[in-house]
């Protein structure tokens, strides 16, 4: 079966730096597209960054950009995603998600990982 499995949170002082990994397996990776969002306590789930099947393209939410940068390698089955100075609103359990490239609907997704930055 089809899984995702996300690594790398922890807690960081704010300025600091994590990268998430994000191993997937039971899916033909270089097809599909790949993203990561985030929930923090009683709010929702928030699209973050995503990048196309074959790395060509890459999507960030304006709260993130130029702090956070998504990338693959498809070699390694893995997306990770680089964060950078990282404040306390950056608080929250990060999710990895896969779609198939021609649909629209995330349709696979990982646990989670949390990441908590401190002030």
């Known amino acids: 079966q089809v899984q995702l499995v996300e690594s790398g949170g922890g807690l960081v002082q704010a300025g600091g730096s994590l990268r998430l990994s994000c191993a997937a397996s039971?899916?033909?990776?270089?097809?599909?597209?790949m993203g990561w969002f985030r929930q923090a306590p009683e709010k929702e789930r928030e699209f973050i960054a995503t990048?196309?099947?074959?790395?060509?393209?890459?999507e960030y939410a304006d709260s993130v950009k130029g702090r956070f940068t998504i990338s693959r390698d498809n070699a390694k089955n893995t997306v990770y995603l680089q964060m950078s100075s990282l404040e306390p609103e950056d608080t929250a359990v990060y999710y990895c998600?896969?779609?198939?490239?021609?649909?629209?609907?995330?349709?696979?997704w990982g646990q989670g990982t949390q990441v908590t930055v401190s002030s």
């Open positions: 990048i196309t099947w074959s790395g060509g393209s890459t």
């Open positions: 039971g899916l033909a990776f270089t097809v599909y597209h």
């Open positions: 998600a896969a779609k198939f490239k021609s649909v629209s609907k995330w349709t696979y």
